[in-house]
């Protein structure tokens, strides 16, 4: 990700944030309060890595709506989302 930071327009590998731990998705007004415009996240249900909560999906769906023309999320969860113990309209 910092190689292509690099080399994109207007690139600043400044801009680039982490998560103070793995599989944890700050708040959206964290997220807001960064001025973040795209989140990239990994779901790791299978391997035990990691299993966002309700509370966290939550939080993204509502980081997405506060923006969604310039808010944009990519997010590897396709192996966790029918282990996740989340409400069936979530």
């Known amino acids: 990700l910092i190689e292509m930071q690099r080399f994109a327009e207007k690139g600043c590998e400044s801009r680039i ?48 709506d506060g923006d969604p023309a310039n808010r944009h999320t990519v997010f590897d969860a396709t192996s966790m989302l029918g282990a996740m113990p989340w409400e069936p309209e979530l």
């Open 17 to 64: 944030h982490f998560a103070a731990s793995e599989g944890v998705i700050p708040t959206a007004a964290e997220l807001a309060d960064l001025g973040v415009s795209i989140f990239v996240g990994v779901g790791h249900e299978t391997t035990g890595a990691n299993a966002y909560t309700s509370r966290e999906i939550r939080e993204l769906l509502s980081w997405l």
